[in-house]
């Protein structure tokens, strides 16, 4: 005889998880079109929990023979597919394939499993994971301008401290061959760049970790760095940043070996560019840019210190009346070695105006003596007498290796140049007491400066060097 054996109703709380289920699902869904990143980190947290729930329910409504047991099947699989599928597809997946090919230092497909994660699923949890290791992995693979963006990135979002040495010295290094990159393929602009970001990066370690070895290992490399920054803007004819590299050296590390050449190259930089301004007319600006070079203080800068092609390539066309308010106004503000240098640079180029502006030249430069450390001329003694009326005789033996120029101002204004190791002609000049002074070509020997008589009459012989 049949049984009939009667099938129970779904209970309530089957009803209430069956309800939650479909809100899941369609809150899942909801956030899939929405951001797939948390879409996928979401996933595994909501399918674990869906499948165990469902295999209680499951076994529960079949041993009641209710209806339920098949909803509950439906569930069951489709949490366990998305769970199997968050393991394959997604930013969890993506980020293991990352980490192993990370580990096996295949960095180019490193980056672009991490380049997928980020670009795909950039609100995943991963994401800050995966902007840290393709930072390393752009450095590790000598990609260093995407590495400089990506730490950087990084930096501001707080993955990395700012206070993070490591990162800095990446950076550094990161900057450093991209200059040197650019160099070798003649960008010579972006590779005076780079390297003053390398020297910004090195300035913030020096100034923010100064008690470590890389903060001392910066002191050496910032001027390096400046250095050839500047060599670079000077291929550029970018004058203007090359100076500002070079006295950035000059100022600031004259300790470095890089000291001189920078001075040298400065010099250089300053005639350039005065050059360039005097071929456009701008003739007061290129002559304010050349005198620059005279307050340097790394060498002896006077006019014997710089090259007639220098010189000329600056001052031969500019007209003497123009070099002639210059040099005024240099006296008049007590610039007196620029302006001695001005009126030197006219009578070369224009040995018309000699008579003119040797007074002026002579004038400037004994002010300029007299207002530096010298040694004190000795009074002027007579070595015989001879007949002429208000005029004395003056020899001058110059027994040094380096030419003399002496200067007379008194009763007529004399100039008086002495090459070395060779003695002067008898001079005639205009007895009475001058303001004089003499200098050597060397710069480590003083001028001398004083007031001396030359007396009617008389014949005088100048030696130096000058004994005690």
Same mark, same amino acid.
């Given at each position: 005889?049949?049984?009939?054996r $009667? ?10 998880f069956?309800?939650?289920f479909?809100?899941?699902?369609i809150?899942?869904g ?9 879409? &996928? ?6 399918c674990?929990p869906?499948?165990?729930? #469902?295999?209680?329910?499951?076994i529960?409504?079949?041993? $009641?023979r209710?209806?339920?047991s098949?909803?509950?099947v ?7 597919t998305?769970?199997?599928? #968050?393991?394959?597809f997604?930013?969890?997946?993506l980020?293991?394939?990352?980490e192993?090919s990370f580990?096996?230092?295949?960095? /180019?497909? /490193?980056?672009?499993y991490?380049?997928t994660?980020l670009?795909?699923?950039p ?6 994971? !995966?902007?840290?290791k393709?930072?390393? %992995?752009?450095y590790s693979n000598g ?6 963006d ?13 206070a ?10 990161c =900057?450093?061959?991209?200059a040197?990159?650019?160099?070798k393929?003649?960008? *010579? ?5 780079? =390297?003053l970001? %390398?020297?910004?990066v090195l300035?913030?370690?020096k100034?923010?970790f100064?008690?470590t ?5 910066a ?5 390096e760095?400046?250095?050839? %920054?500047?060599?670079?803007?000077n291929?550029?004819k970018n &004058? ?9 050296i000059?100022n ?5 070996? *890089? ?10 930089t ?5 050059a360039?301004l005097?071929s ?5 600006e290129g002559v ?5 070079i005279l ?17 000329r ?9 123009t070099?002639?308010s210059?040099? $005024?106004d240099?006296?008049n ?7 001695s240098?001005?009126y030197e ?5 224009n ?10 030249l002579i ?8 207002s530096?450390t ?5 009074p002027?003694v007579?070595? $015989?007498?001879?007949w ?10 110059n027994?040094?290796e380096f ?8 009763p007529?204004y ?15 000049i205009?007895a009475?007491?001058?303001?004089? !002074?003499?200098e050597?070509?060397s ?7 004083g007031?001396v008589?030359?007396e ?6 100048e ?6």
């Amino acid at each position: 005889m049949y049984t009939y054996r $009667r099938k129970y109703r779904i209970g309530p709380g089957s009803i209430f998880f069956m309800i939650l289920f479909i809100l899941i699902t369609i809150g899942m869904g909801y956030l899939f079109y929405m951001d797939k990143g948390k879409f &996928w980190d979401m996933l595994p947290f909501v399918c674990i929990p869906v499948i165990i729930i #469902s295999l209680i329910l499951i076994i529960f409504n079949f041993t $009641r023979r209710t209806r339920g047991s098949s909803f509950f099947v439906v569930f069951f699989l489709l949490s366990l597919t998305g769970l199997i599928l #968050s393991n394959i597809f997604g930013p969890s997946a993506l980020n293991y394939k990352a980490e192993k090919s990370f580990d096996n230092k295949d960095y /180019s497909q /490193s980056i672009n499993y991490y380049n997928t994660l980020l670009n795909n699923y950039p609100n995943s949890k991963l994401a800050d994971n !995966a902007l840290e290791k393709i930072s390393y %992995a752009y450095y590790s693979n000598g990609n260093y301008m995407e590495a400089i963006d990506s730490f950087k990135k990084a930096i501001d979002s707080e993955i990395f401290s700012d206070a993070n040495l490591e990162i800095k010295n990446k950076l550094e290094k990161c =900057y450093t061959k991209l200059a040197e990159d650019y160099y070798k393929n003649e960008k *010579y602009s972006q590779s005076a760049e780079s =390297y003053l970001n %390398a020297v910004e990066v090195l300035e913030d370690i020096k100034s923010n970790f100064p008690d470590t070895n890389e903060a001392f290992i910066a002191i050496y490399k910032i001027p390096e760095y400046l250095y050839k %920054a500047a060599l670079n803007f000077n291929k550029t004819k970018n &004058w203007e940043k090359s100076i500002e590299a070079l006295e950035n050296i000059i100022n600031n590390y004259n300790d470095s070996d *890089y000291f001189n050449d920078a001075s040298s190259l400065l010099s250089k930089t300053y005639i350039n560019e005065a050059a360039e301004l005097v071929s456009n007319h701008n003739y007061v600006e290129g002559v304010e840019e050349f005198l620059k070079i005279l307050d340097l203080e790394v060498q002896n800068n006077n006019y014997n210190n710089i090259s007639d092609y220098e010189k000329r390539k600056v001052f031969h066309s500019i007209p003497p009346n123009t070099l002639k308010s210059i040099a $005024r106004d240099k006296y008049n503000s007590g610039s007196y070695k620029k302006a001695s240098f001005l009126y030197e640079i006219i009578v070369e180029y224009n040995p018309e105006l000699e008579e003119e502006i040797n007074p002026l030249l002579i004038d400037s430069k004994l002010k300029l003596i007299a207002s530096s450390t010298y040694n004190s001329l000795a009074p002027a003694v007579p070595e $015989r007498k001879f007949w002429g009326p208000e005029k004395s005789i003056l020899i001058i033996e110059n027994n040094t290796e380096f030419d003399l120029t002496v200067y007379l101002k008194g009763p007529e204004y004399k100039i008086i140049i002495v090459e070395k190791n060779s003695t002067s002609d008898e001079i005639e000049i205009s007895a009475g007491t001058y303001e004089a !002074a003499s200098e050597l070509t060397s710069p480590d020997i003083l001028p001398y400066y004083g007031e001396v008589t030359y007396e009617e009459g008389q014949k005088y012989r100048e030696e130096y060097p000058i004994s005690d």
